[in-house]
């Protein structure tokens, strides 16, 4: 038997006064776009905000259904339309604040499981690493330096061959 470890590394800023101002102002628009959550079910509101390599920003927020598996998180939400609006652009960085309505977040809340698979095929698909940041509601925000990092046994499609 051999053992196989792979650790991440997340970089911690202690508020969001620590950010670079171009990260602030993404980390602004996720928390506006996760203001607009339709999160009835759950009460956990997120957002999501992307820069792209051609300057746009997208955004996206969770959107749940009474059948929960049917919802969408955010994270998904905005990282499909801005590959089906922008399929050629670069994902440069993502940023993330998350929130339970009656339970308001001080912690870094990084996203699930589905939406880390999803996020790293674009990852792959463009060569090249996407930053991520994310937060609760309010207090410290963690970075990571690209999604691989926070899946580091990554599914992808050399496996399906």
Same mark, same amino acid.
């Given at each position: ?11 911690? @800023? ?27 079910? $759950? ?43 922008? #399929? ?11 929130? &339970?309505?009656?339970? #308001? ?8 499981? &589905? ?30 330096? $690209?999604? $691989?990092?926070?899946?580091? @046994?990554? @599914?992808?499609?050399?496996?399906? @061959?």
């Amino acid at each position: 038997m051999k053992e196989i470890k792979k650790e991440s590394t997340l970089f911690v @800023f202690e508020d969001l006064k620590a950010l670079p101002s171009e990260i602030l102002n993404l980390i602004h628009k996720a928390i506006e776009a996760r203001k607009n959550a339709y999160a009835p079910y $759950s009460n956990f509101q997120v957002g999501a905000a992307l820069l792209l390599d051609n300057g746009e920003i997208i955004t996206g927020n969770n959107q749940e259904n009474a059948s929960y598996p049917s919802g969408l998180c955010a994270e998904r939400t905005a990282i499909y339309y801005a590959g089906s609006q922008y #399929p050629d652009a670069k994902v440069l960085q993502m940023a993330i604040s998350a929130t &339970a309505k009656n339970n #308001p977040t001080e912690t870094p809340i990084p996203p699930c499981g &589905a939406c880390r698979q999803a996020m790293v095929e674009y990852e792959i698909k463009q060569e090249t690493p996407i930053a991520i940041y994310f937060m609760g509601e309010k207090g410290a925000v963690a970075k990571s330096n $690209s999604i $691989s990092n926070l899946l580091p @046994f990554t @599914f992808d499609k050399s496996v399906l @061959f």
